[in-house]
């Protein structure tokens, strides 16, 4: 994430709560998947279950991404 990006969600977390739960969420995300790399092996399954949650964390990116362009639009 640019260093833009993070002073401007920095700036509006505390008044805006779908930020807020999409920025927690993404760390969230974020924590899970850095346990699966800390593991020298996985399953199957839970490198199906890593997938998903790499998606989720891709989708909410997206989400904050255009929460952020809204913001900017308005100046």
């Given at each position: ?65 255009a929460i952020l362009a809204r913001y900017r639009q308005?100046?």
């Amino acid at each position: 994430m640019e260093k833009w990006d993070e002073e401007l969600i920095a700036r509006l977390l505390p008044h805006d709560e779908e930020l807020r739960k999409q920025v927690a969420a993404h760390r969230k995300y974020e924590e899970q998947l850095e346990e699966f790399n800390r593991r020298p092996y996985i399953t199957t399954e839970e490198a199906m279950e890593k997938k998903r949650i790499q998606k989720l964390k891709l989708a909410g990116r997206d989400r904050i991404e255009a929460i952020l362009a809204r913001y900017r639009q308005q100046g």
